[in-house]
């Protein structure tokens, strides 16, 4: 039977959310004064050298090289450039830029900043190093004429672990890829951009929501679209030690300590000996890899304590659970969940989107009933694009338009304040 749209959709879309890979440096990053190499890790080819000192200015293009990706509609390049940590220090990021091949509108192209779901935390996890993966979902963006970006975030590629849901940051590495992006010669791309994720990039899209506006004036955030995000940090960490995704807590936990330090989020406070000793296993494999390693250990012989009894661990994960944002965002939000996903509770997404309608936010969440956490993106591919192409059009939000990946989609809109 021949591929429909829709399964070039889901396989590339899948792929790239799900697939495990590993291995990594273990090198931290040189102050930014220090005059160094640090050398590509271990597999990697030499492109993610990083050489300092680096410009402290967020979003400078540092290299850019165009690669391979076969059948693409457009030019593929892979970039390094410089972004913001949680605490503020300028640091190497690497991704991929795909640049349509159909001629630039005035003004520039439009972007769409892709932000990856959960693939690991070690060097060779880095999307970027297979450029090809995710050619479908590609070509369906640039076919609309829309440049994409796709960060790594700090640490796949580059120095250090990567701080996993530590949301300014990674929101910050997805806004930073859009302004290194204008920068690549001989293109012309636009400041306007929309910010989408899944997964923990769905997270990251809440947190480019909240300090987009404030983070990059320079840069004109049309919109966020996020797919299953992370919220209700309480509920998940009941709900996950019992899982089969019970390593998210242990990559949780190693990704917050690599954003905030020992002092603010202190590792051996929460994890007995033995998950201490584990902590190694993040930096060795992808996330198929360290599921697997931790499957047959029971979560409570590595927790000591429940992080949230924990004054300093309450603190950091309150500010990276959207659930805590104080204010309403002015840029227009799309909440994507399935309806029996099995990572991150339907019901999460539904308290969150009450606790941003109580607080203004511009808001509208459509639920897919019966598909999985992977699974609804497929069946919600298309009316994600339209609703895109809305927000790059300037029509009205919240977007009065009615999903049609299928037939029972239940939908939220909450007016603005």
């Known amino acids: 039977r021949p591929f429909t749209l829709l399964t070039v959709v889901v396989a590339a879309l899948v792929v790239g959310l799900l697939a495990g890979c590993g291995d990594s440096s273990g090198k931290s990053a040189p102050t930014t004064t220090t005059t160094s190499i640090v050398p590509a890790p271990q597999g990697l080819p030499a492109f993610y050298t990083v050489k300092y000192p680096l410009e402290d200015a967020p979003g400078r293009l540092i290299k850019v090289e165009k690669v391979e990706a076969q059948g693409l509609h457009g030019t593929m390049y892979r970039v390094m450039y410089t ?26 192209y439009p972007v769409v900043s892709w932000a990856h779901g959960t693939d690991g935390m070690a060097d060779r996890c880095a999307p970027s190093l297979d450029p090809g993966a995710n050619v479908g979902i590609a070509n369906l963006l640039l076919d609309q004429g829309w440049v994409i970006t796709a960060t790594d975030y700090v640490g796949e590629g580059t120095p250090g672990l990567m701080p996993y849901i530590a949301g300014e940051s990674a929101a910050r590495n997805a806004i930073d890829i859009v302004r290194a992006a204008r920068s690549i010669p001989d293109t012309r791309i636009a400041p306007t951009y929309i910010v989408w994720g899944h997964s923990q990039g769905g997270h990251t899209a809440m947190h480019a929501d909240r300090i987009g506006a404030d983070y990059a004036p320079d840069l004109d955030l049309r919109g966020v679209v996020a797919g299953a995000p992370p919220s209700q940090f309480p509920l998940l960490y009941d709900f996950l030690k019992q899982s089969p995704f019970k390593h998210y807590l242990l ?32 930096d060795e494999g992808c996330v198929g890899e360290v599921g697997d390693r931790l499957a047959p250990i029971d979560a409570t012989t590595l927790v000591k304590m429940n992080p949230f009894e924990d004054e300093r661990w309450k603190k950091v994960l309150t500010e990276n659970d959207p659930q805590s944002f104080p204010a ?60 895109m192409d809305h927000r790059f059009s300037g029509e009205a939000t919240p977007d009065p338009m009615t999903p049609t990946g299928q037939s029972d989609v239940a939908v939220t809109r909450c007016p603005k304040a």
Do not use: F
């Open 83 to 108: 972004t913001r940590t949680q605490q503020g220090q300028i640091a190497a990021v690497t991704g991929l830029v795909a640049v349509p091949a159909a001629i630039p509108p005035e003004g520039g």
């Open 251 to 282: 990559m949780a936990g190693a990704g917050i300590n690599a954003a905030y330090g020992d002092e603010a989020a202190p590792l051996d406070a929460i994890l007995t000996p033995e998950g201490m000793e584990l902590l190694s296993v993040l």
């Open 328 to 387: 309403a965002s002015p840029v227009p939000l799309l909440i994507i969940h399935g309806g029996d996903d099995e990572q991150i509770p339907t019901v999460s997404s539904e308290w969150l989107t009450k606790h941003l309608c109580d607080i203004g936010q511009d808001v509208s969440r459509w639920v897919y009933p019966g598909q999985s956490h992977a699974g609804v993106i497929g069946p919600s591919a298309s009316d994600m694009l339209t609703w």
